[in-house]
């Protein structure tokens, strides 16, 4: 296709907005799929966006439509995933497209994500295509949220706002052709030398790393050598495509096309997403800008729960190159053997890392409670030095700590008015400081600056619960800050437990220790001898229960026997007491929920 009949868009919406939905209607509405191929939703393919009911991976597909003018088009589309956990899918998108489809909910109006996916798009200078879908819904007030939309920016103050229902289909046919009028047809040269975009990549077992290419320059056929200009990691490849949606070899992609390329590479960090493919005989001058690293706002530590670590390298392995916010080094526990240490977007990232392990690996694994990253400054003979810690156990003692920084973000929470009292309380208990409040056309949105360690495990859930459901949020990544934490170790039996360490702030600590121990005592599996368990912070036992013993209850076993008896028999348990090993602790899921349930 020449690239004047070429468009690349994104669609960008909060969660549930219908991007997926409108996705498929495209879809059908161009030559794409044909109606036997159809399932219900054609690009929440992944089995855990199928049980979750959200896109976690951005997909792309190509269309064909033919226009008015007569002209047949092709349409890149790149779906992008809404949830909170997952806006750097969004940004990768957005580099490899010339615009974007805002889809908002009649209904449910402007969200926080709304805001911060509008104002990713104009910050990569794309051309936005308002659009207001669900108006079939008998709760949709397009007025209303047509006004919200236009203060968003001036840009959309004459902007012709479209009004569709994406489940039924109808104004759909005016998006296609608002995509064909209003965004831009790629500029890239095709005589230049190639210049490509790895904006996402995947693993396949046959195959090895497959890059998601945007080509910018230059065009691109099988069995050149190719470079990947990051590491100039050359390769020749067999394989180019289009995704139409699924994989369609073909024999050549020319600048401004959307494509894949089958590298043939085994070795998952060769492939780096953000990364320009050139070739090797006539590379182009200047890599393009790629994007800044994705920066993990939790760290938690993921164990095989029987046997194996080796699949589970494997797989985590693939699992990082098809989701590049995701880091992962090894690590080593004396109770959980040998393990990884990740890096996750967020705590729903954790778990969807968690469930594709056992979808699409077979693989149960055990995790850490999770923490965020501090910057531990030192003292005394190694004043000066700053130290990242990622894990608890590598937090140093307290007799050398200067002082702790930790990471802070800006939370932005849209919600209706009546839920006003109730989020603030929540901001506040969550050490929240407010920094903006606006009202726009009963959208409120608040703005707050918060501990990352306050928001990354359960804050969105409790701020759904509190507004009822209607509170949404977006969270970026700021700066680290000083902070009083301290590092809460637990003894069981009188030995350390290493993987239950974890880090929170000092003013919650005795409360957390408190409320900890006592979970303890359920979760930790008995034995035939009580154990001491203890919540130790900065040398002090913060608070103590013992984990009863494992045995026949001589005092209420029903059979009638005198009181010496049982004293005797109580007696004769208790000399079982030994003081376990610290490595034949048996820690179940459970042990590690407790802390976060705590916190
Ligand atoms: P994520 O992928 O999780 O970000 O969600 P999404 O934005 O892709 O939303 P999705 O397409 O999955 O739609 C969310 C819900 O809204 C689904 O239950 C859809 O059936 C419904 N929905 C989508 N479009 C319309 C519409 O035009 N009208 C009505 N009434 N419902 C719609």
New binding site residues.
Partial sequence: TQQQYIRNFSII????????????RIMEMTETVDERERTD?L??SMSV?RA????VKSRTVRNYYTADDGHRYELNFI?????VDFSYEVSKSLAASEGAIL?V?AAQGVQAQTVANFRLAKANGLTVLPVL?????PNADPDRVERQVRALDPSMETAKIMR?????G?GVSEVLAAIIRQIPAPQGSRDQPLKALVFDSQYDTYKGVIAYLRLFDGHLETGRTLRLMANSTNFVSDEIGTFAPSMQACEQLEAGDVGYVVTGLKDPTQVRVGDTLTLDSQPTQRALPGYAPAQPMVYAGIFPKSGDSKELAAAMAKLVLNDSSLTCESEQSDVLGSGFRCGFLGAFHLQIIRERLHDEFGIDVLTTAPNVPYRVHLRGAKAGQVVEVDRPTTFPDYSEIDYVEEPFARVDISMPGSALNDVMKLAEQSKGTLVDLGDDDQLLLASYHMPVSEIAYDFFNKLKSVSHGYATMNVTMEDFEPADVVKVEIYINYARVDALSFVLHREDAPRVAQELVHKLKYAVPRRLYPMPTQAVVEGRALARVDIPPLRKNAAVNGEKRSTSKKQALLRRQSANKRAAAQSDIELPQSVFNAILEAE
Avoid: C, M, R, Y
Wanted: hydrophobic letters at 25%.
């Fill in positions: 919406a909060h969660i549930d907005h219908g991007k997926s939905t409108l996705a498929d939703q690009l929440d966006e979750h009911g959200v896109t779906d992008t995933p809404g949830h889809l909910d879908n669900k108006i079939d819904s569709i229902s994406a489940k039924t109808e």
